[in-house]
């Protein structure tokens, strides 16, 4: 969630609210408070490449369940880039990203995970730990993006996690019927949520086409 965050251009405040709608509704009341908790830590880690702080980045990152009765947050490997460039020493590439690059930028994504020109992208990486939960990406065919808050749950969901903006198409909070243990199941993961993405996406072009236009 903190890694959505960072992408995001809305007020701190805008976000944690928009956050805070979703996980209340599910009545997660210990997801609430880890949220913001990373929420502020999000906000500091701005604030430290915003002022050419240098610094040591960890490649775990905290990812918070909207569903999940664990209460302690639980720190996860990040997907990092190897070939993403940061602006700043010391910084990565996904907190410093350069002009002009895509949200998500230092992330992987997985090329060969992709149904019908959409590709997911990791931030969680489920590859190197074993895990029910974490966050990615989807890639659009127009390259397009938007950010996933997933989890492998029996009960199906899609809800939004932060609103679409010009530069991303949204944050969705969605369930996997499949565990996410091996990037076939990552594809048919993708394959299964894509119908009410595609219908987010083509909601997301046409209203910025409108106004572009």
């Known amino acids: 969630m903190v890694t959505h965050a960072l992408a995001q251009t809305g007020s ?3 976000q944690i609210r928009a956050a805070i709608t979703v996980m209340a509704k599910r009545r997660r009341i210990y997801d609430i408070i880890l949220y913001c908790q ?3 830590d999000a906000i500091f880690a701005t604030r430290l490449a915003s002022q050419e702080i240098q610094s040591n980045a960890s490649t775990k990152g905290y990812t918070y369940s909207l569903m999940s009765s ?3 947050p639980k720190g996860q ?13 010391g910084l990565p590439a996904f907190i410093a990203k350069p002009e002009n690059a895509p949200v998500y930028y ?3 994504v997985l090329d060969d995970v992709a149904v019908d020109g959409f590709k997911l992208g990791k931030i969680s990486d489920f590859e190197a730990e074993p895990t029910n939960y974490g966050d990615g990406f989807v890639i659009a065919p127009d390259d397009s993006r938007c950010g996933l808050v997933w989890e492998v749950s029996n009960e199906s969901y899609f809800q939004e996690v932060c609103a679409q903006e010009s530069s991303r198409w949204g944050v969705w909070g969605v369930s996997f ?7 076939e199941n990552a594809r048919r993961n993708l394959e299964f949520i894509l119908p009410k993405l595609k219908e987010k ?10 106004e572009s236009g």
């Open 106 to 108: 230092g992330f992987v």
């Open 77 to 89: 490997p990040l997907a990092l880039d190897p070939g993403a460039v940061s602006a700043k020493t």
């Open 201 to 210: 996406w083509l909601q997301w072009r046409d209203c910025y086409r409108r």
């Open 38 to 40: 990373g929420r502020f």
């Open 177 to 183: 019927p499949h565990p996410m243990n091996s990037r």
């Open 70 to 72: 664990e209460f302690k």
């Open 12 to 14: 701190p405040v805008e």
